[in-house]
C-alpha cells in the first residue's frame, strides 16, 4: 500500500537525518576534544553511511512513483522526501569538512579560545533536530521557526569573522589556522541554511505553501 509506503520512506529519512546530526555533533566535538580518532571516524566510516542512505532513499522515492503513481498529498510528500534527502546528503559532506579542517588544526596552536564556534555549532544541529521533529509532527509552526533562526547562525559566523579578521592583521602567522577555523564557520553556516530548506520543505508538504526569499505564497 501506498501509504505503508510513505511510512517507510519517513522512517528512513529520519534514520539518516540522525545520523547527519550525529556527523555534524562528532566533527565539532573532534575538534573541541582534538581527538583525531574521533574524526577519521566521520570521515572514512560515517560518509560512506550517509552515501547509502543517500542512494537507497533516492531508488525508493523513484520506485514509489513509478509503482503507486501518487497524487496530490501523497505524490507532494514522496518528492519532498526526495528533496530532503538530498539536503542531508549535503549536510553530511559538509559535516566532513568540518572534521578534515579540524584534522589540521588539532596538530597546531591554537589561534584563540574557540567559543563562538561550538554555540554555533549546538545552534545549527538544533536547527538539524528541530527541522526532523517538524518533519515527523508535520509542524509547519515549527518548521517557520527553524527558517528563522537562520539568522542567529549567521549572527555568529559574522562574529566569528570579525574576531579572526583582528588576529590575522595583527599576526600573519595565523592566517592559515584561520582560514581553517572560518571554513567550519561556513560549513556549519550552510548546514542551517538546509535546515531552513527543510523547514521550507516541510512548510509546503504540509500547506502547499512556498515559503521563499522571506516571501510566501500558496502552491
Given at each position: 500500500m501506498l501509504e505503508e509506503r510513505i511510512s517507510e520512506l519517513k522512517r528512513e529519512l529520519i534514520e539518516f537525518g540522525s545520523h547527519t546530526q550525529h556527523m555534524i555533533e562528532e566533527s565539532v566535538k573532534g575538534l573541541m576534544r582534538r581527538d583525531r580518532d574521533l574524526l577519521l571516524e566521520v570521515i572514512e566510516k560515517d560518509e560512506p553511511k550517509a552515501?547509502?542512505?543517500?542512494i537507497e532513499l533516492d531508488e525508493l522515492c523513484t520506485t514509489t512513483i513509478a509503482q503507486f503513481q501518487p497524487k496530490a498529498r501523497e505524490l507532494r510528500t514522496v518528492l519532498r522526501i526526495l528533496r530532503m534527502t538530498g539536503n542531508l546528503e549535503r549536510m553530511a559532506d559538509h559535516a566532513v569538512n568540518i572534521a578534515e579542517s579540524a584534522l589540521y588544526l588539532i596538530e597546531r596552536p591554537a589561534v584563540k579560545p574557540l567559543l563562538d564556534t561550538p554555540r554555533m555549532a549546538e545552534e545549527t544541529v538544533n536547527m538539524v533536530n528541530d527541522s526532523l521533529l517538524a518533519f515527523v509532527n508535520e509542524d509547519a509552526a515549527l518548521a517557520r521557526e527553524v527558517c528563522e533562526r537562520?539568522?542567529?547562525?549567521?549572527?555568529?559566523?559574522?562574529?566569528?569573522?570579525?574576531?579572526?579578521?583582528?588576529?590575522?592583521?595583527?599576526?600573519?602567522?595565523?592566517?592559515?589556522r584561520a582560514l581553517h577555523i572560518l571554513e567550519i564557520s561556513g560549513n556549519l553556516e550552510r548546514i542551517a541554511d538546509l535546515s531552513t530548506n527543510i523547514g521550507e520543505e516541510i512548510i509546503f508538504m504540509v500547506e502547499g505553501r512556498i515559503i521563499k526569499h522571506g516571501a510566501e505564497s500558496k502552491g
Open positions: 552515501n547509502r542512505f543517500d537562520d539568522n542567529i547562525v549567521d549572527g555568529l559566523a559574522n562574529q566569528i569573522l570579525r574576531e579572526l579578521i583582528t588576529y590575522m592583521s595583527s599576526d600573519p602567522s595565523t592566517i592559515e
